[in-house]
């Protein structure tokens, strides 16, 4: 791909660094950009920059936030006595979206993947144990994706609770086994929370 403009194609190569695009659409975009309102253009790149420097993740469940403490954790209209296990804040804001669940969460930061060099040591388990200590969590919910991965880390927390006063469920199995959290319809996952089911019974089946 030629370009006139070394300004231009600098912005078509950052662009493409972004998932799914490739240079062809970042091209598109790129120049989509060029023909709107320099005010829009200004907005989108100081929002971008406000969301690298100025956000944060909660200091208690690890989801994005505005401030030390995200809207869930403050909220007291949420169940401070459950809480969602899940993988990444777009699974938080899947359950989010179903309207179903008043409970907290703990974002793990992944799940647990050999082949992927991830391991229980990188993802935010101690702080999940730390809080049932702390808390006083009388449930944990296993939300991460029905696959061997997303199984493997529900077994590997599930080990670690062994000494702890706390109930486990998982999800219910309408989520499709191999299929992920974050692109389950709303009724489907609504559901999937509501009829939880004890987590030594998910181990049985």
Known sequence: MNFSSKILEEAVNQVSQLPGIGKRTALRL???????????TDALAQSLLSMRNDLKFCKKCHNVSDNDLCEICISHNRDQNLVCVVEDIRDVMAIENTSQYKGLYHVLGGKISPMDGVGPQDLNIPSLINRIKEEGIQEL????????EGDTTNFYIYKQLSDLDVNTSTIARGIAVGDELEFADEVTLGRSILHRVPYENSMKS
Do not use: D, K
Request: proline letters at 11%; hydrophobic letters at 45%; charged letters at 10%.
């Open 141 to 148: 919910i296993f939300a991460l994706s029905p696959t061997i």
């Open 30 to 40: 790129v120049l989509h950009l060029m023909r709107q309102p320099e005010q829009q």
